[in-house]
């Protein structure tokens, strides 16, 4: 089919000064959800911390964009050893709600019992919605390491190697005085001249060696996103307005030519990336396992139930069992 | 893993108390959601009106769980003749937003141009969110009959046979003056203990013969849901009340014993439903084809751009054409 948008008078920068609009307004729709909800979700979590293996329960019912990430053993690991999940909203939390942090950054805690792979009573990831310069928005995070048990690292090195290597970066970033690439676009133009430091080397040739398929779930904590800094961010927004108001002004806004020509290089930063669709789990966590946990712990006491009446006649259960509709869907009193 | 919750003192009602809390706090988002966005849809429906061809482009996009009911004829007469699609949020429009009706309660609006199959410009179909008073909740609707020209009708006549057998109840419901079965648990019981209508024989044949897998997506405007109807909602919400207010008293809330024993019958209805995931497409339209409607317009403005490109090398097309990133992910400004 043709392109129509060219066959119409409406142009590219109008439908995406719409889309804007409507991501404002739904943007604000989340801040008010994420303090109307509050209160419940403090009371859900005194009343589920009395049901022992609640998330664990609840994990195993977790959606299919979940489920594929946890390896066996994960599994494992997680069903003998989380005692709490939690999702905050930190950017607009603790008073904070004033209208500048986003609702749409998550911070996602684990809390564990004592087990045999890592030391860590709580794993906490953060991450921050940003904008960069050249039109990306999304997700971006920091590593957070764990402290394996000896010989349990389930990464087999790559998170703490994964981690080092933000470390160094964020120490040359710092060393250099404000004179480091400070966008996403440039930094990846940087990293495109330059050769890789030794330990980058080493994690790219780990990443190549191991490959990523079947890699356990805990290489999420080593997930880094684009390199959209807090900074690029706030001048994203700001140009976004400003863009804005000179079309409304019926003049063209400036075209940075630099990112233009950029294009190409969209996904450089994933070479150094052990868990690429880490900001895709942190969504599926945020938006679905945690407002629905109370369902998909209550569809787990079901499948348990079932799975006790042996007695009952194959038919039966084929026909209980053949029940697939959403939790959505179905919500029995 | 074992059932957790008879290991606590925690009890199953309290948890669906706390899930019913939610749902009234996420209903009353929804509630305000409508309302902030309504003037940016109108916005966008007079901006898309001047497009040509922009909901055909749209539903080449469709999720999955749209495109899987959309057959190549639903294709062909979509692309060639739909003009306009609009979902309303019915129960809470033109000043009746009062507290009283459901937001999750929605019409979706199909505008067609002159073609080859129906008379129709118009086809609407409502879906109204009831509750029934044995625990199922969801959304129930009414078949919409086409005008199919001759020979034309791409249902086999399911549609117009499934409207036939709801008018007969209609009528039959409203001869019986208040003696009919007045709850879906009733009306399963009742249509169990007697011989099928003529048409609702034909009906059952005729579903039996054709099978419903490669059914056209317009046999969709047959659905109908369980038989809840607007009365026995009205119970229902009234009983979940006094329930509550009478296990927060420390009393048992009465159990409906007829219901209880009605368990197995839960999907009796379905033998004479001719589009049984009516339900779930019209979620889908609502919840992500009409909220994303310009992000899959830009996907496909997007992939039309890419096979104008056919001088580029088949390396570089490859590559770009590897980014299935979902659109709410990565927004292009």
């Known amino acids: 089919m043709a392109a129509t948008l060219e066959d119409s008078t409406v142009t590219y920068e109008e439908l995406a000064d719409l889309e804007r609009e409507f991501e404002e307004v739904e943007t604000e729709i989340l801040r008010r959800q994420v303090e109307l909800t509050r209160p419940l979700y403090e009371k859900r979590a005194k009343v589920v911390a009395q049901i022992p293996n609640f998330w664990p329960l609840v994990l195993e019912q977790a959606p299919p964009e979940i489920d594929e990430f946890v390896q066996p053993t994960d599994a494992a690991l997680l069903l003998s050893s989380l005692t709490s999940l939690s999702v905050s909203h930190f950017e607009i939390e603790g008073g904070s709600n004033d ?57 087999n090195g790559l998170l703490s190697l994964v981690k080092r290597v933000w470390d160094q970066e964020q120490q040359q970033a710092a060393s250099s005085n404000g004179n480091a690439p400070a966008t996403a676009a440039e930094k990846r133009k940087a990293a495109k001249g330059r050769e890789l430091t030794p330990d980058e080397k080493q994690l790219k040739a780990k990443i190549e060696e191991v490959g990523l398929g079947g890699m356990s779930l805990f290489a999420w904590f080593g997930y880094r996103g684009p390199k959209v800094s807090a900074e690029e961010n706030r001048r994203a927004i700001e140009k976004e307005k400003n863009d804005k108001k000179l079309r409304l002004a019926g003049k063209k806004p400036e075209v940075d030519k630099k990112d233009e020509e950029d294009e190409d290089d969209d996904e450089e930063w994933d070479e150094l990336e052990i868990f690429p669709e880490g900001d895709t789990l942190a969504i599926a966590i945020a938006e679905d396992l945690w407002p629905n946990a109370l369902k998909f712990f209550t569809q787990a006491q079901e499948q348990d139930a079932l799975s006790d009446m042996d007695f009952e006649s194959d038919e039966d259960a084929m026909e209980e069992g053949s029940d697939t509709e959403p939790p959505s869907k179905k919500v029995k009193s």
């Open 99 to 155: 209208g500048s942090g986003d609702p749409r950054s998550v911070a996602i805690r684990l809390e564990f019992a004592d087990n045999d792979y890592f030391e860590d009573r709580v794993i906490e990831k953060k991450f921050w919605y940003r904008r960069s310069l050249d039109g990306w928005s999304g997700l971006v995070s920091e590593p957070v390491e764990i402290r394996w048990k000896k010989d349990k690292d389930l990464t």
